[in-house]
């Protein structure tokens, strides 16, 4: 019972770490990559935040899903 226990424990950090992974890249995406390629393609600040709103979004439903779920678990 304990061995299943920890093995389940284990699934689930790993879990969380992929969740951590895609946030993580969503923010840098959003903080360093978007203003980099809307000033090489010319996009509007209005646009560029837009983006990056976007983005930071897709991050926060990335990381807080597994949160929500390992809590409930």
Do not use: E, F, W, Y
């Amino acid at each position: 019972m304990n061995h299943q226990l920890a093995v389940s424990t284990d699934v689930k950090k790993n879990n969380n770490n992929g969740a951590l992974l895609l946030g993580t890249s969503l923010v840098v995406a959003s903080m360093i990559l978007v203003p980099a390629l809307a000033v090489r393609m010319g996009l509007g600040a209005s646009l560029t935040g837009a983006l990056r709103i976007a983005l930071m979004k897709a991050s926060n439903r990335a990381v807080s899903s597994t949160m929500n779920d390992s809590k409930t678990a």
